[in-house]
């Protein structure tokens, strides 16, 4: 069994940063893309970024040049660094990873969800 465990969400203020990391554990073979993906209330889930094992990364234009997003391997862990944050980046963030568990499987694997809220 493979388990995400996301971190690092909460309430900040417009203009402040988060960090937020989602760790994978359990039987694993490799893991290849990870990203990031948020939901508004009210509003269908949407993604945000992902990054390849190779380290390539793409954003959505939304959060282009104010979010991060980077991966440790070796912990198998992905993370999302977001500056100067607006109050309509208010959402639940998910972690997302392509996950093999063995030389002939790859699945999809999520986060629980982190709440991520923009206030002052």
Not at 2 to 27: D, F, I, N, W
Not at 50 to 62: G, L, V
Request: aromatic content about 10%; proline content about 2%.
């Amino acid at each position: 069994q493979v388990q995400l465990v996301e971190s690092g969400g909460g309430l900040v203020q417009p203009g402040g940063s988060l960090r937020l990391a989602c760790a994978a554990s359990g039987t694993i073979f490799n893991v290849y893309t990870m990203g990031w993906y948020r939901q508004a209330p009210g509003k269908q889930r949407e993604w945000v970024a992902d990054i390849t094992r190779s380290t390539s990364t793409t954003y959505a234009d939304s959060v282009k040049g104010r979010f991060t997003i980077s991966r440790d391997n070796a912990k198998n862990t992905v993370y999302l660094q977001m500056n100067n944050l607006k109050p309509e980046d208010t959402a639940v963030y998910y972690c997302s990873m392509a996950i093999a568990t063995n030389i002939a499987s790859l699945t999809d694997y999520w986060g629980q969800g982190t709440q991520v809220t923009v206030s002052s």
